[in-house]
């Protein structure tokens, strides 16, 4: 077997990598690059590769930066199946038209692909369960739960003709969570290709329902505005559960308004609510009796113009929107508005990549250019890692001792100090298994 690294390595965007085995191949992931410039300019660029020997995709989960180049391959001339479950089709659909309207409204240069491709694409998908092994062209795939979206999976590819198998992690869930089942261990594998994004770091005790709670306790004091830029898909959806259960404990004013300003955050709530099968157990016990993600106060922004009238409400007010590292979306307009006010919390919950202004932001930086203008940040600039939904270098560590037969570890989705951190740490605690760093277009003999 050969395996290419297309994206992803060295980079923490642009998920995709090929593997070849006697006479066919498969990819894993078309992801989106995203982030610096030089990055993003990648996206443009056809892979590398034999598309005469692809027999398949397989995508692990429903994230921009790992499905978002998928419609490509219609332009590719690529008519083979595309192996993901069932939620990650909802999602990844949701996503990949989303994505083709934001390219057509902006300059015609950003135009990757069209709704008509993403329509072509959506056709060659095939649906698969969890746990349940299937055969394409020389390989064995298997589908498990990651844990870190609905419907996001850990694959694993074994070549009949050896018996060897190669385990790509997808991004792995930070286990335990409230609102998902519990990440799914690959107990046997030579190969792993696994994510290294928090691999310098540990993330601490849970406590972001507390962390929220004096947040908003602190904005109903001084009437002041929390402003939270989200992802669409499971970070939303896990922020109107904290509310949901602030507002029933009593920790939070239960006429205190959260505003929902992401059009596809509403639509990926809509089809969390289709999937209890995939809940944490809690989850799926609050279902039976109650809608975990809607409560008093919750105000859904579902066009521009409620969009723009939240700033005609006065007083203590909570906003989710997106994106989720202020690289645009709506938050950007909320920016604009209130990043200038010191009675504003600007809080991040997830990942800020290197480019995007949430890092920038994160990084220090209090005089920011947005459209042109420059605005000073006079607001309080927050940060709550433990609602992150990748694992922690320690949840990388359990994972991959779990792995009976492991040989060689790849590291992949990572900014380099967070890989280098990580192999060292695995080469202390395996120090047995070959450790590779792979860098975009590297391809590697696994003689296993």
Same mark, same amino acid.
């Given at each position: 077997?050969?395996?290419?690294?297309?994206?992803?390595?060295?980079?923490?965007?642009?998920?995709?990598?090929?593997?070849?085995?006697?006479?066919?191949?498969?990819?894993?992931?078309?992801?989106?690059?995203?982030?610096?410039?030089?990055?993003?300019?990648?996206?443009?660029?056809?892979?590398?590769?034999?598309?005469?020997?692809? &027999? =398949?995709?397989?995508?692990? *989960?429903? *994230?921009?930066?790992?499905?978002?180049?998928?419609?490509?391959?219609?332009?590719?001339?690529? /008519?083979?199946?595309?192996?993901?479950?069932? =939620?990650?089709?909802?999602?990844?659909?949701?996503?990949?038209?989303?994505?083709?309207? $934001?390219?057509?409204?902006?300059?015609?240069?950003?135009?990757?692909?069209?709704?008509?491709?993403?329509? @072509?694409?959506? #056709?060659? @998908?095939?649906?698969?369960?969890? !746990?349940?092994?299937?055969?394409v062209g020389d390989f064995t795939v298997t589908f498990l739960d990651a844990g870190h979206i609905l419907g996001?999976?850990?694959?694993?590819?074994?070549?009949?003709?050896?018996? #060897?198998? @190669?385990?790509?992690?997808?991004?792995?869930?930070?286990? %335990?969570?409230?609102?998902?089942?519990?990440?799914?261990?690959?107990?046997?594998?030579?190969?792993?290709?696994?994510?290294?994004?928090?691999?310098?770091?540990?993330?601490?005790?849970?406590?972001?329902?507390?962390?929220?709670?004096?947040?908003?306790? /602190?904005?109903?004091?001084?009437?002041?505005?929390?402003? $939270?830029?989200?992802?669409?898909?499971?970070?939303?959806?896990?922020?109107?559960?904290?509310?949901?259960?602030?507002?029933?404990?009593?920790? +939070?004013?239960?006429?205190? %308004?959260?505003?929902?300003? &992401?059009?596809?955050?509403?639509?990926?709530?809509?089809?969390?609510? !289709?999937?209890?099968?995939?809940?944490?157990?809690?989850?799926?016990?609050?279902? #039976?009796?109650?809608?975990?993600?809607?409560? &008093?106060?919750? +105000?859904?922004?579902?066009?521009m113009e409620k969009s723009k009238q939240i700033k005609n409400y006065d007083g203590v007010k909570v906003i989710?929107?997106?994106?989720?590292?202020?690289?645009?979306?709506?938050?950007?307009?909320?920016?604009?508005?209130?990043?200038?006010?010191?009675?504003?919390?600007?809080?991040?919950?997830?990942?800020?990549?290197?480019?995007?202004?949430?890092?920038?932001?994160?990084?220090?930086?209090?005089?920011?250019?947005?459209?042109?203008?420059?605005?000073?940040?006079?607001?309080?600039?927050?940060?709550?890692?433990?609602?992150?939904?990748?694992?922690?270098?320690?949840?990388?560590?359990?994972?991959?001792?779990? $792995?009976?037969?492991?040989?060689?570890?790849?590291?992949? *989705?990572?900014?380099?100090?967070?890989?280098?951190?990580?192999?060292?740490?695995?080469?202390?605690?395996?120090?047995?298994?070959? @450790?590779?760093?792979?860098?975009?277009?590297q391809e590697i003999d696994l003689k296993l």
């Amino acid at each position: 077997m050969k395996l290419k690294f297309l994206g992803a390595a060295k980079t923490v965007t642009g998920s995709n990598f090929f593997l070849t085995g006697v006479n066919t191949g498969l990819m894993v992931d078309f992801g989106m690059f995203q982030g610096k410039p030089e990055e993003v300019g990648l996206n443009t660029i056809k892979p590398d590769i034999d598309f005469g020997a692809l &027999s =398949a995709v397989l995508l692990t *989960h429903a *994230h921009l930066d790992h499905c978002g180049r998928l419609p490509l391959l219609a332009q590719y001339g690529f /008519k083979g199946p595309i192996f993901m479950t069932e =939620a990650t089709k909802a999602l990844a659909e949701l996503v990949l038209y989303d994505a083709a309207k $934001i390219a057509k409204e902006a300059e015609a240069k950003s135009v990757l692909y069209t709704d008509e491709d993403v329509e @072509v694409i959506l #056709k060659q @998908v095939s649906l698969v369960e969890y !746990d349940k092994r299937f055969d394409v062209g020389d390989f064995t795939v298997t589908f498990l739960d990651a844990g870190h979206i609905l419907g996001s999976a850990s694959i694993i590819v074994e070549e009949r003709t050896t018996g #060897k198998s @190669v385990a790509f992690s997808g991004d792995l869930g930070n286990t %335990p969570e409230p609102l998902l089942s519990p990440t799914e261990f690959v107990t046997k594998a030579n190969m792993a290709v696994v994510e290294s994004t928090y691999g310098d770091e540990v993330h601490g005790p849970r406590e972001e329902m507390e962390d929220l709670a004096k947040i908003i306790n /602190k904005a109903e004091t001084n009437k002041g505005t929390v402003l $939270i830029p989200s992802f669409s898909i499971e970070r939303a959806q896990e922020l109107l559960f904290i509310f949901d259960q602030l507002k029933k404990d009593g920790r +939070m004013d239960v006429k205190t %308004p959260v505003f929902l300003d &992401s059009p596809m955050a509403i639509r990926a709530t809509m089809i969390f609510k !289709d999937f209890p099968i995939l809940y944490s157990k809690k989850l799926k016990d609050q279902v #039976k009796t109650d809608d975990p993600f809607d409560f &008093s106060g919750l +105000m859904i922004c579902d066009t521009m113009e409620k969009s723009k009238q939240i700033k005609n409400y006065d007083g203590v007010k909570v906003i989710v929107a997106g994106s989720g590292m202020m690289s645009g979306g709506r938050v950007i307009h909320h920016a604009v508005n209130y990043l200038g006010e010191s009675n504003t919390q600007l809080v991040m919950v997830g990942y800020q990549a290197e480019g995007t202004l949430g890092r920038e932001i994160l990084d220090g930086n209090r005089r920011i250019n947005i459209w042109g203008n420059w605005i000073t940040i006079n607001a309080e600039v927050l940060e709550i890692k433990t609602m992150s939904a990748h694992a922690d270098q320690g949840q990388v560590l359990l994972w991959l001792k779990k $792995i009976d037969g492991l040989e060689e570890v790849a590291l992949i *989705h990572g900014e380099e100090l967070p890989r280098l951190v990580l192999s060292e740490k695995i080469h202390q605690d395996l120090p047995d298994v070959k @450790v590779v760093l792979p860098v975009v277009n590297q391809e590697i003999d696994l003689k296993l």
